[in-house]
Every structure is written in C-alpha cells, then in structure tokens.
C-alpha cells in the first residue's frame, strides 16, 4: 500500500484528488493539509511514502515545506503540483529535493504515472517540461530572468507578487526582516528591477503569476 498525504489550500482541489486515488487500489490516503506548516506536521505522524505538495499555499508554501520534508525523511517523496509550468518553477521544485512535478490540468492516468514512478526511486517530469528544462541548460538565462534566483529568492519573489509585507513574510518563514530585506534586494539586482510593482509586472510577463489571482 502507498501512503499519500494530499497538501493544498483549496478544499475542492483536494477532494478531486482524493476521488482519483481512491479509485487505486494500491493508494491510501493518509492526511490532507491545507498549508506547508501542516503538510510537514503529518509527514511527521504518518511517515507517507508521497505526499502531492502544492507550490503555492498560504504560510509556510510548498517550496519550504518541500525543503523540510527531504530533510526529515529520505524514505518521503515529494511530488509538486503547479498551475504554471513554465520556468522557473518546475527545475526549482526537482533542484530543492521533489521527485517530480505535475500541472494542475494533468490528467488522472498521468498522476497515477508520476506516483507509481516516484514511489518505485525513479523521478518524473511531464515530457515537455522535462524537454524545456534540457533546453534551459543549454540556453540559461537566455528567456527568464527568474532562473536566476535561488529557491529562496524565488519564494520570496512570489510572496512580495502577491502583496506580503516583508514582516509578515519573515514571520511565515522563521527568518527576521533584515534576512528577507537582504534576500529582497539581491533579488532586485538579478531580475534589474527597483520595486515590488515592476517585479510583479515582470512576473505576469513570464506568467509565473495568474493575473486573475491580483
């Protein structure tokens, strides 16, 4: 039996999955959170073998939590699932420790797929992410200037995009003000841009961000 835990915030995201691997025979699911403080707090109850983390959450997110689950179990799989699948989300989420990454609109044999492939060791990527990554490598920082921030840096960013203020983002994160400030403006200098407006104009103009979330 594979033990799953389902994380994120919207309730009606995680009963259309549930319905889907309920369907399985093989499949348990154990817990569902709805926030990255929670997903890790099962995962420490219930020692899942994967758990399906939405990138995008209030509080901790699922890139943080993503981080603290690697950390705590090697046996725990992670498998991102994103509305955006352009970069640079999907080589953050495989760099920071995920064994694969989904979109939102994948269809249920692929989720299937991707939880059969990473539960046997193996990692997974839809095709044509996997191929717009290899191209990435080859061409860095030749379309987005978003591949050139950290894990961090690129949570950050995402915060400050939807209106956080850095205490509130320090406090989410366990960080002080200064340390985000500091992650803040050497972000600024990578992306060439001097406030959160134009880091959130730049952000709509490489569709890391869905207008209709403003």
Do not use: W
């Amino acid at each position: 039996m594979i033990k799953i835990i389902l994380a994120d915030d919207h309730e009606l995201v995680r009963t259309g999955i549930r319905r889907i691997l309920d369907d399985v025979s093989d499949f348990s699911v154990v817990a569902e959170a709805k926030n990255g403080e929670d997903a890790v707090k099962y995962c420490r109850q219930n020692a899942p073998d994967i758990v399906l983390m939405d990138v995008n959450m209030p509080g901790m997110g699922g890139l943080e939590a993503t981080k603290k689950i690697v950390r705590m179990s090697e046996n725990t799989r992670v498998i991102c699932l994103s509305m955006h699948k352009e970069h640079p989300i999907p080589s953050q989420v495989m760099q920071i420790g995920a064994f694969g990454f989904l979109t939102k609109d994948a269809d249920p044999d692929e989720m299937i797929r991707a939880i059969y492939k990473v539960h046997s060791g193996q990692k997974f990527l839809p095709p044509e992410i996997a191929q717009s990554i290899a191209i990435s490598k080859l061409a860095p920082d030749a379309d987005n200037p978003f591949d050139n921030l950290s894990s961090r840096e690129l949570n950050i960013a995402m915060r400050l995009t939807k209106g956080q203020k850095v205490p509130e983002i320090a406090n989410e994160l366990s960080i002080n003000a200064k340390t985000v400030n500091t992650y803040r403006y050497r972000m600024f200098e990578k992306l060439d841009v001097k406030t959160d407006v134009e880091l959130t104009h730049l952000a709509l103009r490489h569709k890391l961000i869905d207008p209709n979330m403003l």
